[in-house]
């Protein structure tokens, strides 16, 4: 109990350090050092104020037991053996939320994110099957109160998209969006299917932090900006000007475009953005690489390429291969019910970094 106690004492005593640095005008001087110490202090917030409820239990624990020794009551007593039997069961519960808030947070898990979605294997039906998944996100994303900007689309030849590019910007949202990266692959019987045949077809997600100025500094001399007429959907406006932008990073080869605004200035800012969160995903991800090699990790190791998740239409189920867990309500959750899949994903995460923290 007084290790636990000790840890969360230093804590605190660090939020207050904390506090005092963010009010230096030396250190707001330095915009990168203000803004990761602003954030480390919003975060330790909900520590401490666990610490506060859990230092109060601990002494009102201590304060009935005295009484429980000393006092000759027994009404008196019968009070205080009742109010010690909740607070030792609040105790109980507060030692397991605490363990879970001292696991240590991912630094890009209070992010937004920018989401690829591609169609894979299965020409048409794949296409078809990523307008599903961007219109299953889209209704989780609006039920929460996320807000969802379109960067960049590419229609089928047929239906639906061979890709699409959104901006999600809200609380917390890559902490609980990365877990969707991969394959998805959808197993049945497609519109183009005469002999009502099921088929297996798959797409990728991509769910990547959007990166700020002050995680990803981009020498624009090294980027190649090309402009070029858009097509497809958006109205008639889009192929009459140059109004689409590709950005092109020379040194990494890495491309980012936006077509979905009217303005060329608009569609350059977003691409830069996805530039810059698809240069620091690279750096994220040889992150995580060099951590799976000390310690796999089963559920956010972000790889692309990795089959994630089926969902099977014939036998109206989804299934996540991560954790084993299938979900029999295939209708509900490809109109935005997904919250389910999502926790259940976030405790597998939970437990593994529990089990990491005791080894």
Same mark, same amino acid.
């Given at each position: 109990?007084?290790?636990?106690?000790?840890?969360?004492?230093?804590?605190?005593?660090?939020?207050? *350090?904390?506090? #005092?640095? %963010?009010?230096?005008?030396?250190?707001?001087? +330095?915009? !990168?050092?203000?803004? @990761?110490?602003?954030? $480390?202090?919003?975060?330790?917030?909900?520590?401490?104020?666990?610490?506060?409820?859990?230092?109060?239990?601990?002494?009102?624990? *201590?304060?009935? #037991?005295? %009484?429980?020794?000393?006092?000759?009551?027994? +009404?008196? !007593?019968?009070?205080? @053996?009742?109010?010690? $039997?909740?607070?030792?069961?609040?105790?109980?519960?507060?030692?397991?939320?605490?363990?879970?808030?001292?696991?240590?947070?991912?630094?890009?898990?209070?992010?937004?994110?920018?989401?690829?979605?591609?169609?894979?294997?299965?020409?048409?039906?794949?296409?078809?099957?990523?307008?599903?998944?961007?219109?299953?996100?889209?209704?989780?994303?609006?039920?929460?109160?996320?807000?969802?900007?379109?960067?960049?689309?590419?229609?089928?030849?047929?239906?639906?998209?061979?890709?699409?590019?959104?901006?999600?910007?809200?609380?917390?949202?890559?902490?609980?969006?990365?877990?969707?990266?991969?394959?998805?692959?959808?197993?049945?019987?497609?519109?183009?299917?005469?002999?009502?045949?099921?088929?297996?077809?798959?797409?990728?997600?991509?769910?990547?932090?959007?990166?700020?100025?002050?995680?990803?500094?981009?020498?624009?001399?090294?980027?190649?900006?090309?402009?070029?007429?858009?097509?497809?959907?958006?109205?008639?406006?889009?192929?009459?000007?140059?109004?689409?932008?590709?950005?092109?990073?020379?040194?990494?080869?890495?491309?980012?475009?936006?077509?979905?605004?009217?303005?060329?200035?608009?569609?350059?800012?977003?691409?830069?953005?996805?530039?810059?969160?698809?240069?620091?995903?690279?750096?994220?991800?040889?992150?995580?690489?060099?951590?799976?090699?000390?310690?796999?990790?089963?559920?956010?190791?972000?790889?692309?390429?990795?089959?994630?998740?089926?969902?099977?239409?014939?036998?109206?189920?989804?299934?996540?291969?991560?954790?084993?867990?299938?979900?029999?309500?295939?209708?509900?959750?490809?109109?935005?019910?997904?919250?389910?899949?999502?926790?259940?994903?976030?405790?597998?995460?939970?437990?593994?970094?529990?089990?990491?923290?005791?080894?």
């Amino acid at each position: 109990m007084s290790g636990l106690l000790d840890k969360l004492e230093a804590i605190k005593m660090r939020r207050e *350090e904390v506090g #005092k640095l %963010i009010v230096d005008p030396a250190v707001i001087a +330095e915009m !990168k050092r203000y803004v @990761k110490l602003n954030k $480390e202090y919003k975060e330790l917030e909900p520590i401490v104020e666990a610490y506060n409820e859990y230092k109060n239990i601990i002494e009102n624990i *201590e304060s009935s #037991k005295e %009484i429980l020794k000393t006092e000759s009551d027994n +009404e008196f !007593k019968d009070m205080a @053996k009742s109010e010690l $039997e909740d607070l030792e069961i609040r105790k109980s519960d507060m030692d397991e939320e605490i363990k879970l808030l001292l696991i240590p947070k991912s630094p890009e898990d209070d992010k937004d994110v920018i989401i690829e979605i591609r169609a894979g294997t299965g020409g048409d039906e794949a296409c078809i099957f990523v307008e599903d998944i961007y219109r299953m996100y889209t209704m989780y994303f609006k039920n929460i109160g996320w807000s969802i900007e379109l960067i960049n689309s590419n229609e089928g030849s047929v239906k639906g998209y061979k890709e699409i590019v959104l901006s999600i910007k809200g609380e917390g949202v890559f902490g609980i969006l990365k877990f969707e990266s991969g394959v998805h692959r959808v197993q049945r019987v497609p519109e183009t299917e005469s002999q009502g045949r099921v088929h297996t077809s798959a797409i990728t997600v991509a769910v990547m932090p959007e990166a700020e100025d002050v995680d990803i500094d981009i020498n624009m001399a090294d980027v190649r900006r090309d402009t070029y007429r858009a097509s497809g959907a958006g109205g008639q406006h889009v192929n009459k000007t140059e109004s689409a932008v590709r950005l092109t990073h020379i040194p990494t080869g890495i491309v980012s475009e936006c077509q979905d605004g009217r303005s060329q200035h608009k569609n350059f800012e977003k691409a830069l953005t996805m530039l810059r969160s698809k240069m620091y995903q690279v750096e994220l991800e040889k992150a995580q690489q060099a951590r799976a090699e000390h310690r796999r990790s089963l559920v956010s190791s972000g790889d692309r390429s990795a089959k994630i998740r089926t969902y099977n239409y014939p036998q109206g189920r989804i299934t996540d291969h991560r954790i084993n867990k299938t979900i029999y309500n295939l209708a509900n959750f490809m109109n935005g019910d997904v919250q389910e899949m999502i926790d259940a994903l976030k405790m597998a995460e939970n437990a593994e970094k529990l089990k990491g923290e005791e080894e």
